[in-house]
C-alpha cells in the first residue's frame, strides 16, 4: 500500500465526518484533497464497499458516512485499501543453491507480515473520531 490511497481514503472520510450528515459531492471531496474528482469516486465506490460510506448518485448527489466516525478504526481502513504489503515483496528469485537465497524469500515474507501486523495494531487503536478530532 504504498501509493497514497490510505491518505486519500482517510481525507475523505475525516471530511465526511466534519460534515455531520451532509452530503458531499466528489467535486467538493476533490477541491479538498487537489485530486481529479473520477479519483475520488474510484476511491468512494471502494470505501462504499467496505461499509464506510453510502453514496447517493445524481444531481444532489454525493457521500456520507455509513457508520459513526467512532465506530471506524484507521486498521480497519489500511486494511480496506491495502495492496501489497507494506515493505513490498521480493520480486526477484535468487539462486536456490545459495544457503541464503534458497530461504530469503520465506524470512523476508514473515518479517513484513510481521511488521505490518504491528503497524494494523496500532492503527486500530485509533477510530476515525480520533484521527478526525484533530481538525476543528
Known sequence: MNNGRF????????????????????????????????????????????GFVQTKEGKNGGATLANAA??????AIYQSVKQ???LGHQK?????????????????DRLYNDTELVLINQLSKQTLADFSSHFN
Open 7 to 50: 491518505a486519500i481514503a482517510l481525507h475523505i472520510l475525516v471530511l465526511l465526518d466534519k460534515a455531520k450528515g451532509e452530503v458531499l459531492s466528489s467535486e467538493y471531496l476533490a477541491g479538498s484533497i487537489n485530486i481529479n474528482p473520477a479519483m475520488v469516486r474510484k476511491e468512494l465506490i471502494s470505501l462504499r464497499k467496505h
Open 92 to 108: 526477484n528469485t535468487p539462486n536456490p543453491q545459495c544457503p541464503v537465497g534458497k530461504n530469503i524469500n520465506t524470512h523476508l
Open 84 to 86: 501489497i504489503s507494506l
Open 70 to 75: 467512532n465506530e471506524i478504526t484507521l486498521g
